[in-house]
């Protein structure tokens, strides 16, 4: 598609939108039921509509309370209920039910893709595109994530750059995970299932209400299953999971106009975690390949000890009626992975990580009375990461065993602090204008050493005094200080017009920005690399008709993304970067969200239509070439972006049958359809994940008084093998490829009980 043909799309979809209204009963638009100074975690259902109708969801994506349906940014929201009802027990599962998330396993770390942008950089330097915010709280390192998906009120998808109030590098969009506030009544829940794999998860919150004007909740998980993947070689099995989690919310209003919380969490991950099957560089897995049985050469771990204290006060008292609140926190993470770096059964090599990231978090925001003609927010934010890092290849048998061939000892500092504020203004009852700045100011610094080997590297020993190995053991050291000074304004403008109570359309440019960094690699100098910018338009509508029983959100954006950040795994022994800016890229595509209520049926479907590529004149790039190790040049204009399908559908349909004792059976289908992707810049044939549909069906048992549920599911009951990442490995000798994968077909069932 040229830009003249996206300027009609865009032109035509304008019109439909704009026509849509008037399909609907007109309706006055009241004025916003917002209220001035509420917390930033809200109940996740507003005014509740009859059970025949679709609820109204309220969301924080704007940092105020707001309906879903009348927030103009495209998102898509999900219950915690819903979410563990399908199965979705970490992050990598959302992509499961959200067509327009990819997620990437990395080294028991992950990075998530919206609309085709997302940071594959997940070292000590590198930040997400796409953050994961808990309540509020920016981590850059993901391998804790795994331990956030439970009690949660609700999880909300934004896309695009949200680069105004959320600024904290989400170029590509936020997800936000909001867990559940302490109620003020006696009350709890209990969830416990069991499936295959030897699975069994448990779940449970109690609210505890100390006075009127205090109240607590405790909750906790438990999640255990064997692992999806015999390890042949090393023995046991991979891809399980044995993670505890537990959580203390206090909420406080001892006054008038003040609201108060303090949340502690503690995790524990102790298991073998994501494993790769390995093959030979460059080779395409037949068809044939056994994705559950595959040789690895090194055991692997993933151990993950954490603490999290966060914090946030409002007040809303203050003259004009202004609320002042103040959020904050604290995560302290502690971090011990191995991975198989091996290239074959002859040397086992694991590659070894340690991390101890300590990260806090600050933010003051003063905003107006959200339901005025004239409304605004403005606000600090300040991040601190400080983090030390031993990492490295460690050789497990024959004379080298026990000694690392190549070891990273960094110490790293990260801080990030931004002014903001956005206004909005009631022109009429039914348009509003919006706009919104933000400037941020990014610093990193990096100190410490990285030290090569050259004997067990097979460096001839005749070149140890040309190329500076020192020493008995002879060691090449290298320098592995850096630092990074950036800052950067990004902007957002809008207009949205409500016809109606049911109808909105709107139109919004928005700026994104996330610094750059520098990497090295065995004895190479550091390398800086630059920052990324994406600029983004947006035309959306969001409706409901025929009495709330009909919800059709859809919207069309283009954006314009420039300095990508690719990462690429370099020889040890290279001058090369394992992170460079590849250039621009331009993108463009569709969303849309159905839902229909039919009686005691249920239909919804949400898709993506995206055009990622890479503009056509970026010329070629250094790369490994996988036969001879060497740097060569290839040439990537008008490649695809990695974590890209064109097109993504997700669907379910599910019928209540009701009987004459209040009790229900409700059976539902669901399932995921995605063309094929690339995992790499470069677009090999052996990092490519072919077009794949995947199923699940579930069966529901409620009986009358609405505490009690019983489910039985299946999950992927096709059995697909699909790719969680697909790599070429060049840090390995010899260099390798690995694959990991998603999910095979688990089965259960589930009792959930809440009082």
């Not at 990030?416 to 504020?421: E, H, P, Q, R, T």
Request: hydrophobic share 35%; aromatic share 10%.
């Amino acid at each position: 598609m040229n830009t003249s043909d996206f300027l009609r799309l865009m032109a035509t979809t304008a019109l439909i939108t704009t026509a849509l209204p008037a399909m609907a009963q007109t309706e006055p638009a009241p004025a916003p039921t917002t209220q001035p100074g509420a917390p930033a975690v809200a109940a996740a259902t507003g005014d509740q509509a009859p059970a025949d109708q679709l609820q109204d969801i309220i969301v924080t994506a704007n940092r105020v309370e707001s309906s879903a349906q009348k927030t103009a940014t495209a998102l898509t929201v999900y219950s915690g209920a819903d979410l563990a009802a399908a199965g979705v027990t970490n992050v990598t599962n959302l992509q499961r039910i959200d067509p327009s998330v990819n997620i990437v396993t990395s080294t028991g770390a992950a990075y998530v893709a919206i609309r085709g942008i997302a940071s594959t950089d997940v070292t000590e330097i590198g930040d997400p595109s796409v953050p994961i915010a808990r309540d509020g709280f920016f981590t850059n390192r993901s391998f804790s994530i795994a331990t956030s998906i439970y009690d949660l009120q609700r999880v909300e998808v934004l896309k695009g750059p949200q680069g105004t109030l959320f600024g904290r590098n989400s170029t590509g969009g936020l997800i936000s995970l909001i867990t559940r506030r302490p109620g003020k009544d006696l009350g709890g829940n209990f969830s416990l299932e069991a499936g295959n794999y030897k699975t069994v998860n448990a779940e449970a919150g109690i609210d505890i209400p100390l006075a009127s004007w205090a109240q607590l909740r405790l909750s906790g998980v438990a999640r255990r299953h064997d692992g999806y993947r015999e390890l042949l070689g090393v023995g046991g099995r991979g891809d399980d999971d044995q993670t505890t989690s537990g959580r203390v919310t206090l909420a406080v209003q001892p006054f008038a106009g003040f609201d108060g919380m303090i949340q502690y969490q503690h995790d524990d991950i102790n298991n073998v975690g994501d494993v790769a099957a390995i093959r030979p560089i460059a080779t395409i897995l037949p068809a044939s390949f056994d994705e559950k049985q595959f040789v690895n050469y090194a055991p692997t771990f993933n151990r993950i000890n954490g603490n999290r204290i966060r914090w946030e006060f409002s007040y809303d008292r203050l003259p004009l009626g202004l609320t002042l609140t103040y959020a904050g926190g604290y995560d302290s993470q502690q971090w011990r992975h191995a991975l198989d770096a091996s290239g074959n059964a002859a040397n086992p090599v694991n590659f070894r990580q340690a991390e101890n990231p300590d990260t806090w978090n600050h933010e003051v925001r003063l905003a107006t009375p959200q339901g005025r003609a004239f409304s605004a927010q403005v606000g600090y934010f300040h991040f601190d990461e400080s983090n030390s890092l031993d990492s490295g290849l460690l050789q497990l048998s024959g004379q080298y065993a026990g000694q690392y061939l190549v070891r990273f000892r960094y110490n790293t500092k990260t801080s990030s602090d931004a002014v903001f504020g956005q206004a909005s203004l009631r022109v009429t009852d039914t348009l509003k204008l919006t706009a919104g700045a933000r400037y941020t100011w990014d610093k990193k610094d990096r100190t410490g050493t990285s030290q090569l080997r050259c004997d067990i590297a097979h460096i001839p020993a005749f070149l140890y005094p040309i190329i500076g190995c020192l020493g008995n053991p002879p060691i090449l050291p290298g320098l592995g200080n850096g630092t990074l000074r950036q800052q950067r304004p990004t902007f957002l403008g809008g207009i949205d017009w409500t016809p109606t109570d049911r109808n909105l359309v709107y139109a919004k440019y928005s700026s994104g920005y996330k610094s750059g960094g520098f990497n090295s690699n065995g004895s190479a100098p550091s390398v800086d690399y630059g920052p990324e910018n994406v600029y983004s338009w947006e035309i959306g509508t969001k409706n409901r008709f025929a009495d709330r029983k009909l919800q059709l959100n859809a919207d069309i954006f283009y954006q314009n993304y420039k300095g990508y950040q690719a990462s690429q795994a370099s020889p040890v022994v290279s001058s090369g970067s394992g992170v460079f800016n590849i250039g621009s890229a331009k993108i463009y595509g569709a969303e849309a969200q159905f839902i229909a209520l039919f009686g005691a049926a249920r239909l919804d479907l949400n898709g993506t239509y995206l055009h990622a590529q890479f503009d056509k004149n970026i010329g070629t790039v250094s790369s490994t070439d996988p036969v001879t190790g060497a740097a060569v040049s290839r040439n990537v204009s008008g490649n695809d972006l990695p974590n890209a399908p064109r097109f993504a559908l997700t669907g379910g349909l599910e019928y209540r049958f009701d009987f004459a004792n209040g009790a229900t059976l409700t059976p539902r289908v669901d399932g995921k359809y995605s063309t094929a992707y690339y995992y790499s810049v470069f677009n090999d044939a052996d990092t490519r994940q072919t077009a794949y549909a995947t199923g699940n069906a579930q069966l529901t048992y409620a009986p009358a008084g609405g505490h009690l549920q019983i489910s039985a599911f299946v999950r992927n009951f096709t059995d697909k093998a699909v790719f969680a990442n697909a790599t070429r490995n060049f840090t390995a000798i010899p260099s390798i490829n690995t694959y990991q994968f998603q999910p095979p077909r688990t089965y259960g069932m589930r009792l959930s009980f809440k009082y």
